[in-house]
């Protein structure tokens, strides 16, 4: 089978997955291609995805796929449609979001031809508590394109991806349970705030405001993505959780992707 067209979804407030997603596209030797960021952006209606190789790429939260990522995706469906489950996280452990995604887009009509897990920045890392600051950096970029050789060398040579042998996807029935929600968010420092309105236009969620001169940030809406604390560009955000050192002082061993195809 030759693979014609591409089409990337992903859902990606710190942009590691997104660009670990550009990486394996441009490992297939594909230029053009549909690319659907879900990140801020809820579809409106359903989209049947039919002659397109999709590409999903979503981080891990809780050791699972975040609830807004899913319901976000949901508007897409298959119709034996290949693709490739891609999550990205934070140098802890991807528990079963590779598994929760592999089941998700079966789900949804999909085929599942090969997955793979990619370290990112952790979103909660910041200067004096890195967790692995700076990935996805060359050489897993360089591994993520190697990836997208592989799924192009699978496609050709592949007459039929529903005999497929089933993918052996590492993870738990039932998924990890999710750890209670913690009613934080972000803090801001008038002081440095210029008001540029940069926060409230990237928040996932609209969970930000201004309101009389200051910003308010909703901490049940809130996802801790953690996007604007690394975007604000005068450093006005900060996230401290209690697991920020824990994660800095028991992740600091480097972990590389994993792949399955
Ligand atoms: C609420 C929350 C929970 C997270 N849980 C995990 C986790 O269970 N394991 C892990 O290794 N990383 C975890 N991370 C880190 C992200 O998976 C990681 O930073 C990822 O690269 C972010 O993807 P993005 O840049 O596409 O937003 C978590 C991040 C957040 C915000």
Redesign the pocket.
Known sequence: MRCKNVHVI?????????RIAHAIVEGMGVTVYHETDLTRHTPETEEHIDDEFTIF???????RV?TVALERMHYFKGNHTPAVAVV????????DALLELTDTLKAQGFIPIAAGAF???????RPGFPV?EGRPDESDLSAAMHFGSKLIEKFNHVSSFEELPALQIPGNHPYKTPGKAMPIAPTWNGELCTYCGTCTDICPVSAINIQEDKIQCDANRC?????CVKECPAGALTLDTPFTAILAKN?ATRKEPTIII
């Open positions: 992903y859902f990606s407030p710190t942009h590691t997955s997104a790429a979503v981080p891990v939260y809780g050791g975040p990205l996280y934070g140098n802890r452990d991807f528990d370290i990112g920045e952790h979103s909660f890392s692995a996802l801790k993505c953690c996007a992740c």
